[in-house]
């Protein structure tokens, strides 16, 4: 089959709308640690298997390519250490990656936005978790009457440092949110302070809590103006996918209390793109993020892509990687993330259903034009 006209996107800027920190020491990494940068699988169970994926295949063939290396992990890593951090981070250059919406509640040991700031040549903006600053008040024995409006408060102080909030409900009670009583949440809260207190682990599962701690969450997006990233979809082993379709968000977008709250679905909410796509055509509030999907799928993200450049409108769909670790893989995806956009827009325009000057436009409001629109930001 031959392949459709690529819509050459390669000199534009990319906005990477959602990511996570550097590790703490991006050059100090054994080849084990670098393979779990490549699996959303149990870095003890996966790594083993990584080298067998298409993922894995086109970043060591890629990152050799630029470090002009054999396209082995040790020969990377060997490389790497060789040139230094300027090398690494100068590729974020050579990739035009302008910005960086950093999610901050994962992993827990990273980088410093402070320090990535001195390091990328890039801007840095974070991206605030809900259930990460919720987690952090628990060792604080607060009552629930004290822990509510502390957190809220927590959240108007992230909003002043941050451009979006991010929720991973997904992976704790699923995107079904309802109404609870305050003493069902109140409840919820005392059996999660109880088992902090009794030495065991500050995650929260508890439902009618987390379910609260979003209606607070969108209460305080509706007043400082800030978006909420839920994150929607495929991710880690802890997933229940089943729960993570973004249709069940319906009652939060349909409830008038939230209706001027923007809302982006992460991760192409794959495999339920096309729920995502249709949620985006028919909420003026809904929004989709691309990342994981883009660098994890390959080429397999370009027909998802097609048929949701159909049906989304393209004002609402935002370029991301959902990438970290290192610095060479926020380049690597955005010069993914342009080729693959430039192909499934390319089909378009080879079908005569856009023209190219279109589809490059398309192409600047997804990669740029559309965070920087959503975000308000300003360098």
Known sequence: MTPSRSVDLSDLP?????????????????????????????????????????????????????LDTDATVEAVLQRRRQLGAEAACRTLTESRVAALLVDTGHPPEAMLLAVMRLALPCVIH?????????????????????FLPIFREELRAGARRSVAFKSVIAYRSGLAIRAWTPDEAARAYQGALARVQAGGSARLTEKPLLDTLVEVALDVC??????????????????????????????????????HVR????????????????????????????????PFLGPGAVPPLVEMLWLAPSSK???????????????????????????????????????A?????????????NATALYGLSG
């Not at 259930?131 to 004290?146: I, V």
């Not at 007043?223 to 994150?231: S, V, W």
Request: aromatic share 10%.
């Open 14 to 66: 990319a906005v990477d709308g959602h990511c996570h920190p550097l590790l703490s020491d991006p050059w100090a990494l054994e080849p084990e640690g670098f393979l779990s940068l490549f699996t959303e699988g149990r870095a003890e169970e996966m790594p083993r298997h990584v080298p067998h994926t298409g993922y894995f295949r086109r970043a060591i063939r890629d990152l050799a390519r630029r």
């Open 317 to 355: 769909l935002l370029y991301g990687s959902d990438l970290g670790g290192l610095p060479e893989l926020f380049a690597l995806s955005a010069d993914w993330g342009r080729a693959i956009l430039g192909e499934a827009l390319g089909s378009l325009v080879e079908r005569g259903e856009i023209t």
């Open 263 to 294: 809302i982006v679905a992460l991760h192409m909410a794959y495999p339920y793109f096309r729920e995502a796509a249709f949620m985006a055509a028919a909420w003026p509030q809904f929004y989709v993020d691309l990342s994981l999907a883009l």
């Open 357 to 369: 000057d279109e589809g490059r436009q398309i192409g600047c409001q997804i990669l740029v034009e």
């Open 126 to 146: 974070e991206v605030f978790r809900i259930e990460t600053c919720a987690q952090s008040l628990l060792p604080k024995g607060l009552a629930y009457e004290e």
């Open 222 to 259: 509706r007043e400082t103006g800030r978006p909420l990233q839920i994150h929607t979809g495929f991710g880690d082993p802890d997933i229940d996918l089943l729960q993570a379709n973004p249709l069940l968000l319906r009652p939060v977008l349909e409830d008038p209390r939230w209706a």
